[in-house]
């Protein structure tokens, strides 16, 4: 069965500090990994998609990089405002998203 | 461009009431989804449609759920018969075609009681 797991379950950065989100997959034949934000109470919203090892994409302080069993989401120097849950979701199919659980990502001033 | 939208945004039901929750897809988006969030679960796929075809309802319950995309109007998810295990989040989702990106909805957050 195909699996996605997240981690760390939850991060909490101070403003300014670095890090990385992890989504480790067993997701066979890969056709594209999507990456969301998500806000309480709130649908998901759209970040990166990602189709094939090596390749990353960046947008603002986000980065996203993909390997053959992993992604990474880099976020460089966070504000408050970056403080969200973080999902990710390989895909075999195309369209059915085989959504991780998240990491919940609480950046302080 | 209006998003997807969802509606109503809260429904609540009795144990046994029918749950119809609609979706309007982004202008120009034919491919529809519905996911179901569970309390401190993951979303889960349910049905991927296009206009008046299901293309896979492998997530679907088999029984007392449905789904539908007519020709003209929202897509709709109906719940028959409610029963508490049934209250989630339910999020559609549009896309322009298959493994490009695909827009959410706010949800609709069904309640039994």
């Known amino acids: 069965e195909d699996q996605v797991t997240q981690s760390p379950e939850a991060l909490r950065l101070q403003e300014g500090e670095s890090s990385s989100l992890n989504c480790s997959y067993t997701v066979s034949g890969l056709r594209g990994l999507f990456w969301y934000r998500q806000d309480p109470g709130k649908g998901p919203e759209f970040l990166f998609t990602?189709?094939?090892a090596g390749e990353e994409k960046e947008k603002e302080r986000l980065k996203a990089t993909l390997t053959k069993k992993e992604s990474f989401l880099h976020i460089t120097a966070p504000k408050p405002e970056d403080s969200a849950t973080y999902l990710c979701?390989?895909?075999?199919?195309?369209?059915?998203?085989?959504f991780g659980k998240g990491t919940s990502l609480l950046v302080t001033p | 461009n209006a998003g997807v939208m969802q509606n109503p945004r809260h429904l609540v039901r009795r144990r046994g009431q029918e749950a119809r929750l609609r979706c309007s897809p982004m202008?120009?988006?034919?491919?529809v989804y519905w996911y179901r969030q569970l309390p401190e679960e993951g979303l889960k796929f349910m049905v991927y449609?296009?206009?008046?075809?299901?293309?896979?309802e492998s997530g679907m319950p088999k029984e007392r759920f449905s789904a539908e995309f007519p020709k003209e109007g929202p897509s709709i998810l109906r719940i028959q018969q409610v029963v508490r295990g049934d209250s989630a989040a339910y999020f559609c989702?549009?896309?322009?075609?298959?493994?490009?990106?695909?827009?959410f909805g706010q949800g609709t957050r069904l309640t039994v009681v």
């Open positions: 989702a549009s896309s322009r075609d298959t493994n490009t990106e695909a827009f």
């Open positions: 979701a390989p895909t075999d199919s195309g369209y059915a998203l085989n």
């Open positions: 202008k120009g988006h034919s491919h």
């Open positions: 990602l189709y094939s």
């Open positions: 449609l296009q206009k008046e075809n299901i293309i896979d």
